[in-house]
Nanobody
Framework: QVQLVESGGGLVQAGGSLRLSCAASGRTFANYGMGWLRQAPGKEREFVAG????????KYADSVKGRFTISRDNAKNTVFLQMNSLKPEDTAVYYC?????????????????WGQGTQVTVSS
């Protein structure tokens, strides 16, 4: 089992930026793809971004392409989400998640471990 702890959320004005971090522990971080998902009030949890084990492959939801960037530092067991040009509709609880499958080729599509989430609020 992997433990995931997110940080970096907060309140920001529209057009601003935030950088989320997720620290992982408990198993070999570099063996698993990682992702970020979010859940807004009254809505289902949705995929935001994913990254392969070594960071060479990334995938984004259409709603965040060109604004968000996912990256990882395997030496520090950490995955990041850089969010630029934030919009009020980006307001949600953001969750870090680890792939269910080790050594997957490509970005993760199925997640098995989750963090507790961090709130991102974008004011208009």
């Amino acid at each position: 089992q992997v433990q995931l702890v997110e940080s970096g959320g907060g309140l920001v004005q529209a057009g601003g930026s935030l950088r989320l971090s997720c620290a992982a522990s408990g198993r070999t971080f570099a063996n698993y793809g990682m992702g970020w998902l979010r859940q807004a009030p009254g809505k289902e949890r949705e995929f935001v971004a994913g990254i392969s084990t070594r960071g060479g492959i990334t995938k984004y939801a259409d709603s965040v392409k060109g604004r968000f960037t996912i990256s990882r530092d395997n030496a520090k067991n950490t995955v990041f989400l850089q969010m630029n040009s934030l919009k009020p509709e980006d307001t949600a609880v953001y969750y870090c998640a680890a792939d269910k499958l080790a050594f997957r080729v490509g970005a993760p599509i199925d997640f098995g471990s989750w963090g507790q989430g961090t709130q991102v609020t974008v004011s208009s």
